[in-house]
C-alpha cells in the first residue's frame, strides 16, 4: 500500500521531473519509459498497444463499464526563459502548454486508482497520448483500437489565469477545428513592362486575399466564430518579371461542422472563380485539422457536479480558436475536455509560462473521483 500523501509526493516530483525533460512530438521516448517504471512498480497493467511513444494503462479486470481519462505528454521547441527551479534542462525544448501536469495528474490518478482497484465497478483507461502539439497523436492512440469500447472519455488542460482551485467545463465546441488551405494561382508568366503577353499571378493571388475575408463577413452566421487567415503569400522573385505562379496559404478555425463546410467550399469557389476570371488557374490544397472540440452535455453537466462536490469552484469554459486534438477522440466518444485554473501566467506557448503547481495533486484527486462517479453511472445505465 502507498499512501495517498507518499502519491501527492510523487506526483510532485514527477511533475518537475517532466518539466526538466520535455521531448517533442512523437520523441517522447524518455517520458514514456519513465512512466512505464513508474506504473510498473505500482502494479498497474500496461496494455500493449504497440505505440512507440505514449502508452495505455489499465486500472480494473477489463470489465463492466469501461471509461477514459486523457493526458497529452509532448513538450514544444521553446527556449525556456523562466527562472524556475527545475526550469527546462533540454536545450530548445519547454513544457509551455502544461503538458507536464497534464502527464503528472493523470498518472497520480493511476496511482491513486490502483489503491482501491478491487472496488473500481468497471475499468479505466488511462491514456498518456504522444504528439497532440504535432496534432494528431490522438488519432494514433485511436488506430491501437485501445479506446475502441470506452463509452465515456475526459481530458484535462490547464488553463492560464484561471485562479487554481477554479475549473472551467462547459458544454459544446470550446476549441475550433483547425484546417490549412495552400493555393497556387497559375499564370503565364511575361516581362513585367508586357503583361499583356503574360497571365499575371500576382493580381490573381492579391484579390483572393482580400475577397477571402469577405467570406467570414458575408457569408456565416454574424453570431458564429469563424476565421480565415491568410498568413504566407509569395509569387515572384525580382522586380522586372511577372512569375509564372503565386502561392497563398493560410488558416482556417471554425467551431461547427456546418460551418467548417461553408467556409472550406467558399475558399475553394473563390480561388477557382478568380483565377478563372484572369484567365488563370487554382491549385487549391485543404489539409484538415482537428474539428471543434465538442463536450458532450450530459457529461459536462455531470463533470462539472463532480468537481462542485470536491469544493471546486466552476466556471463556463472560454470559447477559443486554437485546436486540440482530444477532439479526435470526442468524435468517436461522449466526454468531456476539462480545463484546470493554474493561476496567472504569460499565455502558453510562451517562453515564459509557468504554472502553480498547487493545482495538481487536487487535479489527480478530481479525476479519481470523476472516474469511480463515471463508472457507478455507466453501470446503473447498464442495468
Ligand atoms: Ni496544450
Known sequence: MTSNKEIKTLVERDFRHFHEHPELSYQEFETTAYLRKEL??????????????????????????VIALRGDIDGLPIQEETDLPYKSQEAGRMHAC?????????????????????DLHGTVKVIFQPAEEAPGGAKTVMETGAVDEVQAI??????GNVPVGTYAIRSGAVTAAVDT???TFRGKGSHGAHPDRGLDPVVAAANFVGAVQTIVSRNSDPFAAN???????????????????????GTTRTMTKADRELVESHIRVMAEHIAQAYGEQADVEWIPGPP????DPAWSDF???????????????????????????????PGTYIQIGIGNTYSNHHPKFQLDPAALYPASEYLVRLAEAALGKLQKGQK
Open 154 to 159: 475526459f481530458g484535462i488542460h490547464i488553463i
Open 40 to 65: 510498473e512498480r505500482a502494479g498497474v497493467t500496461i496494455l500493449d498497444t504497440g505505440l512507440k511513444t505514449g502508452l495505455v494503462a489499465r486500472l480494473g479486470d477489463g470489465s463492466g463499464p
Open 292 to 295: 471543434a472540440t465538442l463536450n
Open 227 to 249: 476565421l480565415v487567415s491568410v498568413t504566407h503569400i509569395q509569387g515572384g522573385n525580382t522586380w522586372n518579371v511577372i512569375p509564372e505562379t503565386a502561392f497563398v496559404e
Open 303 to 333: 463533470s462539472a457536479r463532480i468537481a462542485r462536490e470536491q469544493g471546486i469552484n466552476v466556471v463556463p469554459a472560454p470559447s477559443n480558436l486554437g485546436g486540440e486534438d482530444f477532439a479526435y477522440f470526442l468524435e468517436k466518444i
Open 181 to 183: 488551405f495552400k493555393i
Open 98 to 118: 502544461g503538458h507536464d501536469f497534464h502527464t503528472a495528474a493523470v498518472l497520480g490518478a493511476a496511482l491513486l486508482l490502483k489503491e482501491k482497484e478491487k
